[in-house]
């Protein structure tokens, strides 16, 4: 299986200011099928980028996913206050599916 | 409006049994994967099964593998999640997730509560 490491585990920010999430797998992932996802208390993840950089319906530009192989990206060019979240890394290139241990940004 | 719905969770004694289902709407089920996902209390996420399309093939994580079984029934448009032997470390908010070939999960429900505990 795909391990999936994200670092850093909590990135303490203020708005306005960049974000720069990162993902390293095990192995390399298939075909770069990897995912971001973001959950705020309570709620589902929601899909961010799939295909390691494109991004998903209604998804803001501020959200860019870059990388390949086994070393994934998620940048957040200006956090705005609905931002503050944790971010998750997974790849669905190959079974079983994997996450990331998750990335939590929050207000500095 | 596309959208899954989990139902059927809640407290159960270990050792017990519970199955939850995730109902689809807005889509037809019969043409997506739907995996199962879950979390524990203040934990990350974890992949635990998925079922393809026409329920031919599934797949599980060792964590639950001979405990757990996912199953379909597209005529009702519900995928079903059996669990079995539940133990503590099974507690956790279930969610189902569509998934096309070769895409990533991107529906999912609100999840179910499954409480393992005397």
């Known amino acids: 299986e795909i391990v999936l490491t994200q670092s850093p585990g909590t990135l303490s920010l203020s708005p306005g200011e960049r974000a720069t999430l990162s993902c390293r797998a095990s192995?390399?992932?298939?075909?770069?099928?990897l995912a971001w996802y973001q959950q705020k208390p309570g709620q589902a993840p929601r899909l961010l980028i799939y295909g390691a950089s494109s991004r998903a319906t209604g998804i803001p530009d501020r959200f860019s996913g870059s990388g390949s192989g086994t070393d994934f990206t998620l940048t957040i060019s200006r956090l705005e206050p609905e931002d503050f979240a944790v971010y998750y890394c997974q790849q669905y290139g190959s079974s079983p599916l994997t996450f990331g241990e998750g990335a939590k940004v929050e207000i500095k | 409006e596309v959208q899954v719905v989990e139902s059927g969770g809640g407290l159960v004694q270990p050792g017990g049994s519970l199955r939850l289902s995730c109902a689809a709407s807005g889509f037809t089920l019969s043409s997506y994967w739907i995996n199962w996902v879950r979390q524990a209390p203040g934990k990350g996420l974890v992949w635990v099964s998925r079922i393809d399309p026409d329920g031919s093939s599934t797949i599980y994580a060792d964590s639950v593998k001979g405990r757990f079984t996912v199953s379909r029934d597209n005529a009702k448009n519900t995928v079903y999640l059996q669990m079995n032997s539940l133990g503590a470390e099974d507690t956790a908010v279930y969610y189902c997730?569509?998934?096309?070939?070769?895409?990533?999960?991107?529906?999912w429900g609100q999840g179910t509560l499954v409480t393992v505990s005397s």
């Open positions: 192995q390399s992932v298939i075909n770069n099928f």
């Open positions: 997730a569509r998934q096309a070939r070769d895409e990533p999960l991107e529906c």
